[in-house]
């Protein structure tokens, strides 16, 4: 069954604590997403990937970093540098010639302050 | 950079009545609208997109239309469902550019 995996569904951070969101996929798509949700906000978009070892900021960037080591795993690290973490975080991936359009989410993880 | 209303924010309509939800965008240059679906604590899914070149499009009950001179674009759900309930989002882009998302429709189908 193909689809997109995220772990965990629920996580929280302690202050000064980096903590990292899990994303893996198999659908052999080339472009993965992490996208944050805020209640009554669109989803705004942290960091992208188009190809293995590239990815580039998106438009909330700041406090958050990203890896693309295989094509599959696009993990997403939510440093003590973002003051404000706790939201819905959401991964998702689309084929190159969908432009940079999502066609496929996880099914998020909610992380919150302790 | 693009930027991206919609309205309203929160939709309720009776079972089989139809509802439609607006959005305008600012950048003439966007050429792709899509409209997604998410249902209470589930993930968002892609259910009808749109292009630049093409004034209306329908599947089943739903259907988009696209005005570009007034940049706006509606999706329009006909004969609503108790499972239409969900919070819709509208996006749009230029070419192959990222997607900048609506804040969302909470629609509301009341029995």
């Known amino acids: 069954d193909g689809g997109i995996t995220q772990s965990p569904k629920y996580l929280f951070r302690k202050e000064g604590q980096n903590v990292t969101l899990s994303c893996e996929q198999n659908?052999?798509?080339?472009?993965m997403y992490w996208y944050r949700q805020d209640p009554g906000q669109g989803l705004r978009l942290i960091y992208y990937s188009q190809i293995v070892n590239d990815f580039q900021k998106g438009d909330i960037a700041e406090g958050y970093s990203v890896s693309r080591e295989k094509k599959e795993s696009f993990p997403l690290t939510v440093t003590s540098a973002q003051k404000n973490p706790t939201a819905f975080y959401l991964c998702?991936?689309?084929?190159?010639?969908?432009?940079?359009?999502?066609?496929?989410f996880g099914d998020g993880t909610r992380l919150s302050i302790l | 950079g693009e930027n991206v209303e919609q309205h309203p924010s929160t939709l309720s309509v009776q079972e089989g009545d139809s509802a439609v939800i607006k959005c305008t965008y600012s950048?003439?240059?966007?050429?792709?609208f899509p409209w997604y679906k998410q249902e209470l604590g589930k993930r968002p899914q892609l259910i009808i997109d749109i292009r630049s070149n093409v004034g209306e499009k329908k599947d089943q009950r739903i259907a988009v239309t696209l005005n570009k001179t007034a940049k706006h674009f509606s999706l329009h759900i006909t004969e609503t469902q108790p499972e239409d309930s969900a919070v819709y989002f509208c996006?749009?882009?230029?070419?192959?550019?990222?997607?900048?998302f609506g804040k969302g429709t909470r629609l509301h189908i009341l029995p």
């Open positions: 950048d003439s240059a966007s050429n792709y």
């Open positions: 998702a991936s689309s084929n190159l010639g969908q432009g940079l359009r999502p066609q496929h």
């Open positions: 659908l052999n798509h080339d472009a």
């Open positions: 996006a749009a882009s230029q070419g192959g550019d990222k997607i900048i």
